[in-house]
C-alpha cells in the first residue's frame, strides 16, 4: 500500500509560480506511473502531468504544456511546477500513483491517491 501526501498549496497572484510535492511512503519506483490531476468545484478530474518511473518519460495535458513541469528526487517525492498560473488554474491539487500499466491521463488507472493541496490564484 502507498500513502501519497501533497503539500505546497496556498494562495498566489495571477502570474506567479508554485511547487507542489507529492511525498509517498514508498519509492516512485514501486509505482508505474505517478501524476498530477487537478478537480476545480463543479468541474471534473483533469490530468495535468505523468512521469512514468520505468523509464522516466514526462507527459503533460496540451493545456498545460509549458507551464507545468513534472520532476522527481528519484527517491520517494514527485514535484509539479507550476508557472504563470491563471484564475482558471484554481483547484485541488491531487498526486496519483499507479502499479498498473494503461494510458497516464485516465484517472481510473490509479490505485493510490492523496488527499490533495489547494491552489487558489486571484
Known amino acids: 500500500h502507498v500513502q501519497l501526501v501533497e503539500s505546497g498549496g496556498g494562495s498566489v497572484q495571477a502570474g506567479g509560480s508554485l511547487r507542489l510535492s507529492c511525498a509517498s511512503s514508498?519509492?516512485?519506483?514501486?509505482?508505474?506511473?505517478m501524476a498530477w490531476f487537478r478537480q476545480a468545484p463543479g468541474e471534473p478530474r483533469e490530468a495535468l502531468a505523468g512521469?512514468?518511473?520505468?523509464?522516466?518519460?514526462r507527459y503533460y495535458a496540451d493545456s498545460v504544456k509549458g507551464r507545468l513541469t513534472i520532476s522527481s528526487d528519484n527517491k520517494n517525492t514527485v514535484y509539479l511546477q507550476l508557472n504563470n498560473l491563471q484564475l482558471e488554474d484554481s483547484a485541488m491539487y491531487y498526486c496519483a500513483a499507479t502499479t498498473y500499466v494503461g494510458r497516464w491521463s485516465m484517472d481510473s488507472l490509479y490505485n493510490y491517491w492523496g488527499q490533495g493541496t489547494q491552489v487558489t490564484v486571484s
Open positions: 512521469l512514468n518511473t520505468v523509464g522516466g518519460t
Open positions: 514508498k519509492s516512485i519506483y514501486s509505482t508505474n506511473i
